[in-house]
């Protein structure tokens, strides 16, 4: 492998730009941009930010789906100087204006459907600039992001702010089981080193054609499909939502060579191609992550289409990728996540920080270049998982004899619902807060589609308050993804002799 320095995400742009001016940087919705265009828009928005008054050192919230302002947004906020804080649209008004007031952020980049917010953000966040994309008109004090592009300058501004890998580069904000979300502080070294690795070790190049359809937003995505892509100068093949068969007839197409999914994105494409014929042979790799890939859906989809998939693990606290099927000729062990990347160790520890025997099961702890600076107004707890300067990822785990890892068990209660970390006490927190609701525990149970799905066990002192009422409440209070697939009441909550709510036998009840 090359070794290479860490540089700041708009250094691994510009010379991306200086190497291949005229290679394309991504496509979507029908429109093509060269690293040189892409250059000359970051530039232009950079300029814009900087004409609204925004600084080195502040922020830019972008709520978007996969777009090409997404991408225009994270360059030019990086080129002035800025971080970013990527964010799900379908989050809660409520979930989003608590990331907003905790990041800190100046401004925020959003669709046009959400500029009814302006009002709460103002009285919440005085002085918070609001830029809407695809608005044809906006109300005062709103900028339009296409207005900005336009007339903003073709060079930036005379401003060139000193870039810093260990400057924040990204806040990514991921739910912690005490309920509030929380964020994750990632420098321009600790993403750039990840994206080089990547790179290096899946052999990515000018000549790639990335499928880039699981949200950028996501720290999966943001790596391997994006940071990634742009540091090798590959070019993104974009799409802003996944479809089943319009993602099979972009690989076909557009001779894709690299697909990143979740396995319910994989499940889904086999049942939807059903007898249909797809050439999927321009794909050297298909790239597996978010959640443990079912055997059978693996082996099923390589038969099919006859490509390989490897799976990865990672998380946000990492940038995200520790580990990945090795691609050396080693072989590849069902089950496993694989093994560690370049510049990242792993370990298994037991309860007291002491490494477990080769075979033995403990916790997967990780260190290297890759790691958060920490939590976000949250010293504690950023001490209590980066003690003794490992990152400690609440997932049980043992090693083989060969260096590969095996992930034993989830975070204690965590819940995976398509991809998406869900977890029990954020759901139960605000159900708490519902009239009529005395106990609440909230697990996970298998889901034929979606991997699991969330249930919610109720112990209730008002009869009237019924399944439709609590529907609706989640949905104004949680994002869809987290909101309680099944609601079943009960008089009682199962407990241990120190009242602690037995979760196996929920999780027991409703698999029977």
């Known amino acids: 492998m090359v070794i290479l320095s860490f540089d700041h995400l708009d250094v691994n742009l510009r010379r991306s730009v200086e190497r291949s001016p005229d290679a394309l940087v991504y496509s979507f919705a029908g429109r093509t941009v060269t690293y040189a265009q892409f250059d000359a828009m970051v530039s232009r928005f950079s300029g814009a930010l900087y004409g609204l008054g925004l600084r080195q050192g502040d922020g830019l919230a972008i709520i978007m789906p996969n777009s090409d302002a997404f991408l225009l947004a994270y360059h030019g906020a990086f080129r002035n100087g800025m971080y970013c804080v990527p964010m799900n649209p379908l989050y809660t008004p409520n979930e989003i204006l608590f990331m907003l007031k905790d990041s800190g952020v100046k401004a925020v980049v959003a669709p046009a459907q959400l500029a009814s917010m302006a009002g709460a953000l103002d009285a919440m966040l005085p002085g918070l600039k609001l830029i809407a994309v695809g608005a044809d008109k906006v109300p005062e004090g709103i900028y339009r992001f296409e207005d900005l592009i336009a007339h903003a300058p073709m060079e930036s501004v005379d401003y060139h702010p000193t870039l810093n890998n260990e400057d924040t580069a990204v806040i990514l904000y991921t739910s912690g089981t005490t309920g509030a979300p929380k964020g994750a502080m990632l420098s321009h070294r600790n993403l750039s080193s990840n994206a080089m690795t990547a790179g290096e070790y899946l052999d990515y190049s000018e000549r790639d054609r990335v499928v880039t359809v699981l949200p950028i937003f996501h720290v999966f995505s943001l790596t391997v499909c994006v ?7 590959a070019q993104m093949l974009l799409l802003a939502r996944f479809s089943p068969l319009e993602t099979l007839a ?22 939807a191609a059903g007898d249909t014929s797809y050439d999927l042979g321009s794909l050297r790799y298909c790239l597996s992550g978010g959640a443990g890939m079912p055997v059978a859906v693996m082996e099923a989809f390589e038969k099919r289409f006859d490509v390989r998939i490897l799976e990865g693990y990672g998380l946000s606290e990492a940038s995200p990728v520790t580990a990945f099927t090795p691609v050396d000729g080693r072989p590849r062990k069902v089950g496993s996540i694989g093994i560690s990347v370049p510049l990242v160790e792993q370990k298994v520890f037991d309860e007291n920080d002491n490494e477990v025997p080769v075979g033995e099961i403990g916790e997967l702890v990780v260190r290297g270049p890759n790691v958060m600076k920490g939590y976000l107004h949250r010293p504690e707890e950023t001490q209590q998982v980066l003690r003794g300067g490992w990152l400690h990822t609440g997932d049980l785990a043992r090693m083989d004899e060969d260096g590969y890892f095996y992930i034993v068990d989830r975070k204690k209660d965590m819940i995976l619902v398509g991809g998406f970390n869900v977890y029990p006490r954020e759901v139960e927190e605000v159900l708490f807060h519902m009239d009529g609701i005395v106990e609440v525990a909230v697990i996970g149970a298998p889901n034929d589609e979606y991997g699991e799905e969330v249930v919610a066990f109720i112990v209730r002192n008002d009869e009237r308050l019924d399944e439709a009422a609590i529907r609706e409440y989640c949905k104004e209070n949680l994002a869809k993804y987290k909101q309680p697939k099944r609601y079943i009441f ?9 009242g602690k709510v037995m979760r196996r036998e929920l999780r027991e009840s409703v698999a029977k």
Request: glycine letters at 6%; hydrophobic letters at 40%.
């Open 490 to 498: 009960t008089n009682e909550l199962p407990k241990n002799m120190t």
């Open 250 to 271: 972009l690989i076909q197409d557009q001779r894709a060579t690299i697909f990143a999914g979740v396995p319910t994105m994989y499940n889904f494409m086999m049942q």
């Open 227 to 233: 940071n990634t892509s742009i540091f090798k100068g």
